[in-house]
């Protein structure tokens, strides 16, 4: 599937359109649950990264090798798209410190969600956005793969100035509950297709399940700072968002991909596995890093629903 039609029939219309509402309410009620109930919910800290193992474990189940194959027969907006997630976003979270002034432990916490590689709620929004899913899935797993030496090395370079780093144990950390996750989840799909293929249906929202937990549990640690910093934070990523989103969009404008590859571009550019940086923060840097991560976790799919909403009517209208 390399798009969505530009038809589609009135349950496929309220299907979409319900996703578009719940997927993000799901994480806002997660973000919520966290700051009420913080005291409770910090508990659960220790599940942070199994949750992320078992989100990127989803994502390898739904991974085929035509997926990676992509790669070689439409390499542009592919490669396009990783390079601008791995050099636009970064580059807009510097900006954003910059212009904000944002102290060191918020400023290294947004550059750590700059760099880390692409959500994988960005294929379900690229589904509803009727983008094109098969560039989405290529662009998030290359992303992803890359993650243990890209993301690192991008945090080490751009954040390092703000505190000392464990540049080598994020790394050694990526690679336990991102890539080795993703690799069995790929095994799993090999080796017991039909099995994969029967639970496909339910793995979005299983994910989507996790990562409100995910954002519940790494609120509950930030509730305090959430007072004094939350709406700074939330103004720091809402600008890297939507910069990253437009960039994106403009970049694939100017190589003149179809407006499907464009929309996907955006949303993958945009949307960051900021779980993945949530979870990294609060391990390596200090608790209040973590708030980014965790606020751009609500916030990105929140942007993404609203995207995938316009983009449907737009659609519907032409």
């Known amino acids: 599937m390399s798009s969505q039609p530009a038809v589609a029939t009135a349950t496929e219309e309220r299907s979409g359109y319900i996703a578009v509402l719940v997927f993000p309410l799901l994480i806002v009620a997660g973000g919520v649950i966290g700051y009420l109930a913080a005291d409770t919910v910090s508990g659960a800290a220790?599940?942070?990264?199994?949750?992320?193992?078992?989100?990127?474990?989803?994502?390898?189940?739904?991974?085929?090798?035509?997926?990676?194959?992509?790669?070689?027969?439409?390499?542009?907006?592919?490669?396009?798209?990783?390079?601008?997630?791995?050099?636009?976003?970064?580059?807009?979270?510097?900006?954003?410190?910059?212009?904000?002034?944002?102290?060191?432990?918020?400023?290294?916490?947004?550059?750590?969600?700059?760099?880390?590689?692409?959500?994988?709620?960005?294929?379900?929004?690229?589904?509803?956005?009727?983008?094109?899913?098969?560039?989405?899935?290529?662009?998030?797993?290359?992303?992803?793969?890359?993650?243990?030496?890209?993301?690192?090395?991008?945090?080490?370079?751009?954040?390092?100035?703000?505190?000392?780093?464990?540049?080598?144990?994020?790394?050694?950390?990526?690679?336990?509950?991102?890539?080795?996750?993703?690799?069995?989840?790929?095994?799993?799909?090999?080796?017991?297709?039909?099995?994969?293929?029967?639970?496909?249906?339910?793995?979005?929202?299983?994910?989507v399940a996790a990562i409100s937990i995910i954002v519940a549990i790494v609120v509950s640690g930030s509730a305090d700072a959430m007072l004094s910093a939350g709406a700074l934070v939330l103004v720091a990523v809402t600008a890297h968002n939507l910069l990253g989103m437009a960039l994106g969009y403009g970049a694939a404008t100017l190589a003149r991909l179809p407006v499907a590859a464009r929309r996907t571009t955006g949303i993958e550019v945009g949307m960051q596995n900021s779980g993945l940086a949530a979870g990294l923060a609060a391990q390596y840097m200090d608790p209040l890093s973590a708030l980014p991560g965790a606020v751009f976790s609500v916030w990105h799919n929140v942007s993404g629903a609203l995207f995938a909403a316009w983009c449907r009517r737009r659609d519907r209208r032409s």
């Open 46 to 207: 220790p599940f942070v990264n199994p949750l992320l193992g078992l989100v990127m474990f989803t994502m390898g189940l739904t991974l085929r090798p035509a997926d990676f194959a992509l790669v070689v027969r439409r390499p542009l907006p592919v490669v396009l798209g990783v390079i601008a997630q791995y050099v636009m976003m970064p580059l807009c979270a510097v900006l954003v410190v910059s212009l904000l002034g944002l102290p060191s432990e918020l400023a290294a916490g947004v550059i750590l969600v700059g760099c880390a590689p692409g959500g994988t709620a960005s294929n379900v929004v690229s589904y509803l956005a009727r983008g094109d899913v098969a560039l989405s899935v290529a662009m998030t797993s290359l992303s992803t793969l890359l993650a243990p030496l890209l993301t690192p090395l991008l945090t080490l370079w751009l954040a390092g100035r703000y505190m000392p780093l464990d540049g080598a144990g994020m790394a050694r950390t990526i690679v336990t509950i991102v890539l080795l996750p993703v690799i069995a989840g790929i095994i799993v799909r090999l080796l017991l297709a039909p099995l994969a293929e029967a639970l496909l249906p339910v793995l979005p929202w299983l994910s």
